[in-house]
Nanobody
Framework: QVQLVESGGGLAQAGASLRLSCAAS????????MAWFRQAPGKEREFVAH????????FYADSVKGRFTISRDNAKNTVTLQMNSLKSEDTAVYYC????????????WGQGTQVTVSS
């Protein structure tokens, strides 16, 4: 089992920055990839970014590319999402997710943290 706890959400004005963190505990040695997803009111949950635990290769959704940066600290078992140049359309609940070795999907999810961007 892996437990994920997000922090860092809140209210920001358009153009400002926020930083989200996700702390993993439990079977962290089995984590191979972590990601951020988000879900806006009335919309499906969508992919934001992922990072491979070994090597640190990352990938972003087109909607956040160039504005958001995902990073990880393997020693602290944390993944961070630095969000710059925020837009009102970034308003959503942001979820951290973990994929474990031998599994082809994200099996573990955090409780979510609200990000609200005012224009």
């Amino acid at each position: 089992q892996v437990q994920l706890v997000e922090s860092g959400g809140g209210l920001a004005q358009a153009g400002a920055s926020l930083r989200l963190s996700c702390a993993a505990s439990g079977r962290t040695s089995s984590i191979i990839r972590m990601a951020w997803f988000r879900q806006a009111p009335g919309k499906e949950r969508e992919f934001v970014a992922h990072i491979w635990w070994s090597g640190g290769t990352s990938f972003y959704a087109d909607s956040v590319k160039g504005r958001f940066t995902i990073s990880r600290d393997n020693a602290k078992n944390t993944v961070t999402l630095q969000m710059n140049s925020l837009k009102s359309e970034d308003t959503a609940v942001y979820y951290c997710a973990a994929q474990l070795v031998g599994v082809s999907r994200y099996d573990y999810w955090g409780q979510g943290t609200q990000v609200t961007v005012s224009s």
